[in-house]
């Protein structure tokens, strides 16, 4: 599939990259195989995700009018998305540097990769597509409090930029383990509400009904210290008890939480701590046991 490359003059010369600007999505041009990738992943996943997925996403959907048949108009999404809670979303060309993209949170745009997985990658793909953006994280932006959420990460991200690289990784842990990995308790048990999983037929099973990963509640400074997996499922999820108080326990200035945490080694990936909120101990089984992130 082409891809719109702009280049750029590096200490390597004139090299071609994939463009970090914004990118009208080239909607007739998908192509019969890649509207039908769209259908088979969202088929799967609507069968998979009630009573998995949280309440507030799973009615989101229905809100967006997502269905199997096509993939979804950016700009269809984002006349529902402006009135709803002013978000806006934008194409691009995949993974954004870091900066780029929590300048586009803090100003409500959210990045959405233009172009769909091949139908050899149902399971897995490495890096972001329109499935994993437009499914997993769209949604959610129709929630008054976790678009607000979504903007004030984007904002901490800038700052934490400015701050420099140990205070951005501390910033992209929380990133990790809410907006990507993230677990939420309801009256009905626990369901989850992060994109990763939710774009993952796996990992929505794994991360609910699987022995081995840890289940934790959440706490700001245990999420920003701990290490992560990007290759195989997470080892841990944090559990939060709402949207109101993640975005409550987030909004105070981080600075001195990067101050404190620049001087301490991170946890791994499994580890269970002394006072941890256990709501499952794993059994670990299948872990890799080489690095985490
Ligand atoms: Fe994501």
């Known amino acids: 599939m082409l891809r719109s490359l702009e280049h750029q003059r590096t200490d390597r010369g004139y090299v071609p990259v994939y463009t970090t600007s914004v990118v009208e999505?080239?909607?007739s041009k998908?192509?019969?195989?890649?509207?039908?990738?769209?259908?088979?992943?969202?088929?799967?996943?609507?069968?998979?995700?009630?009573?998995?997925?949280?309440?507030?996403w799973?009615?989101?959907?229905?809100?967006?009018?997502?269905?199997?048949?096509?993939?979804?108009?950016?700009?269809?999404?984002?006349k529902v998305?402006?009135?709803?809670?002013?978000?806006?979303?934008?194409?691009?060309?995949?993974?954004l540097p870091e900066r780029a993209f929590c300048?586009?949170?803090?100003?409500?745009?959210?990045?959405?990769?233009?172009?769909?997985?091949?139908?050899?990658?149902?399971?897995?793909?490495?890096?972001?597509?329109?499935?994993?953006?437009?499914?997993?994280?769209?949604?959610?932006?129709?929630?008054?409090?976790?678009a607000d959420y979504m903007q004030a990460y984007g904002a901490g991200g800038v700052k934490?930029?400015?701050?420099?690289?140990?205070?951005?990784?501390?910033?992209?842990?929380?990133?990790?383990?809410t907006v990507e990995f993230g677990l939420i308790r309801t009256s009905e048990g626990l369901r989850t509400y992060g994109a990763g999983i939710l774009s993952s037929k796996g990992e929505s099973i794994h991360c609910l009904e699987s022995a081995a990963p840890n289940r934790i509640g959440f706490d700001l400074q245990r999420v920003m210290r701990t290490r992560y997996r990007i290759d195989t499922y997470q080892k841990?999820?944090?559990?939060?008890?709402?949207?109101?108080?993640?975005?409550?326990?987030?909004?105070?200035?981080?600075t001195p939480i990067y101050a404190k945490l620049r001087d301490v080694l991170p946890h791994a990936a499994g580890d269970v701590l002394p006072n941890d909120r256990v709501y499952h101990r794993g059994t670990g089984?299948?872990?890799a046991h080489d690095a985490d992130t």
């Open 25 to 27: 999505q080239p909607w």
């Open 236 to 254: 841990t999820y944090f559990v939060i008890d709402s949207f109101e108080s993640l975005f409550t326990d987030t909004r105070p200035d981080l």
């Open 30 to 56: 998908y192509s019969r195989v890649d509207n039908d990738v769209w259908g088979a992943l969202f088929q799967r996943q609507r069968e998979v995700l009630p009573g998995r997925a949280c309440r507030e």
């Open 285 to 287: 089984e299948g872990w």
């Open 103 to 146: 300048e586009h949170l803090a100003n409500r745009k959210f990045p959405v990769t233009w172009w769909i997985r091949k139908p050899e990658q149902l399971d897995y793909i490495a890096e972001p597509d329109l499935f994993h953006d437009l499914f997993g994280h769209v949604p959610l932006l129709l929630n008054p409090v976790f």
């Open 81 to 95: 998305l402006r009135r709803a809670t002013d978000w806006e979303l934008i194409g691009v060309e995949g993974l």
């Open 160 to 177: 934490a930029s400015d701050i420099g690289p140990e205070a951005l990784m501390n910033l992209t842990r929380l990133y990790w383990y």
């Open 58 to 78: 799973l009615e989101s959907v229905e809100r967006l009018a997502m269905g199997p048949y096509a993939i979804p108009r950016f700009s269809d999404l984002n």
